[in-house]
């Protein structure tokens, strides 16, 4: 498994103040992913100009993160891939991480562990991130729970097996939030679903904008929603923030 190369899929709209600095940390990975896909939802802003300039693989496709990210596994030719925000920062060891983890046959579908900070770090948020993935397979899902199954979300930075992401049918297409979770139900007909104990990063922005309050009810708000199937209403209740 050490050999197998790794691909980032990067789904994007309107992301020129994130990017610069994911370009910057992408390029101190140690090792290298073999590519890094970046695709972009219809983005008005520079956010695909910043890609080119990078070299990095733009794909365009029509908004939706279950779209992007199925076109994104799509165009990768690695086959192992992680689907990384673009206000997510990864560790420098990052793809060795994913080789290691997935060279573990048991291990379907895996992620880091999501640490949420800004000018400061939100523990209280950071600790909910983590307990949901415990809490919401018992209310949702609960037949998975008792499988030791947890459910994922996109700041974990997801990764997989391409060839299995296929094989499940990937994304459902028209999700533009909670897609992650549902790749978690289709990944456990597979394996092991695992959380790996090394931090990525992710941006406050959502917090700063909402208020720890606030953006905790929505998380919760919106993975009721997912749970009893009201996907029309998910994305209204989930406000765009960049």
Same mark, same amino acid.
């Given at each position: ?38 695709? !972009?939802? /219809? ?7 910043? @890609?080119? $300039? %990078?070299?990095?693989? *733009? #794909?365009?496709? !029509?908004? /939706? ?7 994104? @596994?799509? $165009? %990768?030719?690695?086959? *192992? #891939? ?12 990052? @793809? ?5 983890? *997935? ?140």
């Amino acid at each position: 498994m050490s050999a197998q190369h790794v691909a980032i899929v990067i789904p994007v709209l309107d992301e020129e103040k994130a990017l610069p600095a994911l370009v910057e940390l992408v390029g101190t990975l140690d090792p290298q992913p073999v590519q890094v896909i970046v695709v !972009d939802g /219809g983005s008005t802003d520079r956010s695909c100009e910043i @890609v080119r $300039a %990078a070299g990095w693989q *733009l #794909v365009e496709t !029509d908004a /939706g993160r279950g779209r992007q990210i199925n076109a994104g @596994v799509e $165009a %990768a030719s690695a086959p *192992l #891939v992680c689907v990384l925000h673009a206000d997510t920062r990864p560790p420098r060891d990052m @793809v060795a991480v994913i080789r290691e983890t *997935l060279g573990d046959k048991r291990i379907a579908l895996a992620s880091f562990t999501p640490l949420i900070r800004g000018e400061k770090i939100r523990w209280g948020t950071t600790f909910h991130n983590w307990i949901k993935t415990w809490y919401a397979p018992l209310i949702t899902r609960p037949h998975l729970f008792f499988r030791g199954v947890r459910l994922l979300f996109g700041d974990h930075a997801m990764f997989f097996r391409r060839e299995q992401f296929l094989e499940i049918g990937g994304c459902t297409p028209g999700d533009a939030i909670m897609e992650e979770a549902d790749l978690c139900v289709k990944f456990a007909r597979l394996g092991r679903i695992r959380m790996v104990r090394r931090w990525v990063e992710t941006s406050d922005r959502r917090i700063a904008a909402w208020g720890p309050l606030k953006a905790n009810w929505i998380y919760f708000k919106v993975g009721i929603l997912w749970a009893v199937g009201a996907r029309n209403r998910m994305e209204k209740n989930y406000p765009h923030v960049r």
